[in-house]
């Protein structure tokens, strides 16, 4: 019988189908829909678009930074395989979007968050195998450097050039160079690189090493968010754990700049590459403080215990204020979880008294207590393969506001602008996991190197299929 609550009933019902079907509708062009829906499908309940209720959680929490990008995706997926990932891009291709891969979230501008592009977030991937005999592994590109390590150790006994800090993907610290603790010795991250699978422009996975799709190997050692493609997988050269693992630290106060300056930077090409030494002019219990440490990883007790007597019997020591001899060694805690930050730096190799005559000014005037300048030690230059990453210095210079109040960010930033005027003028580039693109220009790459990269670009993805780099 027709009555009027199974009228209303059939209405509501009607009404809903309606609303359903131009929200569906309004998601898909005119062209291509047999494709669109297919990939749309095949991403149910992994695809989030603006307007729905996780879409702006998984937005802001696809960064690290506090400072979040104000930029929104088309789409955010949350891909849980391989073919996830292909499915987003062949749905990027349908729509004519762009694409942006997330791993660890840890670039500081937000590179993957992107208008007018398909976010594919990859922390949903965890796959992990070791050929411990032939020192591979094969590895989702979302794993964090330090848990990898962590397993690599307990259960091969091996080891990864990883970040210095916890949390950091593997993703964009392989694509972007890599500079570890250990990359002294063993070479940047990319460099440890062996082969890679990549989704390409065309939603196809293909395999990337010397012998086949060679272009995507040498792009994905070094690009950053200018590569061409979605990492979906790495093989990665693995080595053995170093069995002696110390640090040493000194403190001064500021009045020993020059000082600590001018004996690190005549004397640092000559520690062993086992060895990185580090100085960061920043702020300990509120106050003003210069910290030089050495981190040494070596085979035996006694090579490393040599190493870190270069710091501590050096002359400039009896200047220090504290000192922590050959404690163990530990990584992560520079930069906090929670905090704003504007990160920058540049490569140099000149001598120590130009960087003073320079930018003293960028050691000594800080705009939060949280903020520091790096001194990273990385020379003599290493010599490695043809690859995207060619730039380097025997010192990187990084000028970092860390801070907590949005109401900071203007006063920061130009901080962070009038420290990079100072050491852009002594610098040979910068760094690409450092990249401040929207800002700082460049160069990351060498002008060869980079002009091969954008001829690879017009080859393989002429549409501009990935959105390359922030401007």
């Known amino acids: 019988m027709l009555t009027r609550r199974r009228l209303l009933k059939w209405g509501k019902t009607l009404a809903a189908a309606v609303v359903g079907a131009k929200a569906f509708a309004a998601r898909l062009p005119r062209l291509g829909i047999a494709a669109q829906a297919a990939a749309a499908d095949a991403l149910e309940g992994k695809i989030y678009y603006p307007g729905e209720p996780r879409y702006e959680v998984l937005r802001r929490g696809a960064t690290f930074n506090a400072r979040?990008?104000?930029r929104f995706p088309k789409a955010i997926v949350m891909a849980k395989s391989v073919d996830d990932v292909i499915a987003a891009v062949k749905l990027a291709k349908a729509r004519g979007w762009q694409v942006t891969t997330r791993s660890g979230g840890h670039s500081f501008t937000g590179s993957h968050n992107r208008d007018h592009a398909v976010m594919v977030n990859l922390s949903g991937m965890s796959e992990l195998s070791v050929d411990a005999k032939a020192r591979i592994a094969t590895v989702s590109p979302a794993w964090s450097g330090d848990q990898f390590n962590k397993v690599l150790a307990q259960r091969y006994q091996l080891m990864f050039p990883a970040a210095h800090d916890t949390g950091v993907g593997l993703g964009g610290f392989v694509l972007c160079g890599g500079h570890s603790p250990n990359s002294r010795l063993w070479g940047p991250?990319?460099?440890n690189l062996q082969a890679l699978d990549v989704v390409n422009a065309d939603g196809e996975l293909i395999h990337a090493d010397e012998s086949q799709n060679s272009d995507y190997l040498w792009a994905a050692r070094g690009s950053g968010p200018g590569f061409f493609g979605v990492a979906v997988r790495f093989y990665l050269n693995l080595h053995p754990l170093p069995t002696s693992?110390?640090?040493?630290?000194?403190?001064?106060?500021?009045?020993?700049?020059?000082?600590?300056?001018?004996w690190l930077g005549k004397t640092q090409n000559s520690f062993p590459?086992?060895?990185?030494?580090?100085?960061?002019?920043?702020?300990?219990d509120g106050k003003p403080t210069l910290t030089l440490a050495g981190g040494a990883q070596g085979t035996s007790e006694k090579e490393v215990d040599s190493?870190?007597?270069?710091?501590?019997?050096?002359?400039?020591?009896?200047?220090?204020?504290?000192?922590?001899s050959k404690v163990p060694f530990a990584t992560g805690g520079a930069i906090p979880a929670g905090s704003r930050q504007i990160i920058d730096g540049v490569w140099t190799s000149v001598p120590p008294e130009k960087i003073l005559a320079s930018a003293r000014d960028a050691f000594l005037k800080l705009p939060t207590p949280q903020s520091f300048l790096l001194w990273m030690h990385w020379g003599p230059a290493q010599k490695l393969k043809d690859m995207a990453y060619s730039l380097q210095g025997d010192i990187?210079?990084?000028?970092?506001?860390?801070?907590?109040?949005a109401a900071d960010d203007q006063r920061c930033a130009a901080w962070s602008a009038e420290t990079m005027a100072m050491l852009k003028p002594i610098g040979s580039g910068s760094q690409m996991n450092d990249e401040n693109l929207p800002i700082n220009k460049g160069p990351y790459l060498s002008a060869e190197a980079s002009a091969r990269l954008e001829a690879m670009r017009a080859k393989y993805?002429?549409?501009?299929?990935?959105?390359?780099?922030?401007?």
């Open 245 to 262: 693992r110390k640090s040493s630290v000194l403190m001064f106060s500021p009045d020993s700049l020059d000082e600590v300056v001018l």
């Open 273 to 284: 590459r086992l060895m990185e030494a580090i100085l960061v002019s920043g702020s300990m």
């Open 189 to 191: 991250a990319c460099a």
């Open 307 to 324: 190493a870190l007597d270069l710091l501590e019997d050096a002359p400039v020591a009896k200047k220090a204020v504290a000192r922590f």
């Open 461 to 471: 993805d002429p549409q501009h299929r990935f959105a390359s780099f922030p401007a």
């Open 68 to 70: 979040k990008p104000n």
């Open 396 to 405: 990187y210079l990084s000028p970092c506001a860390i801070y907590q109040d």
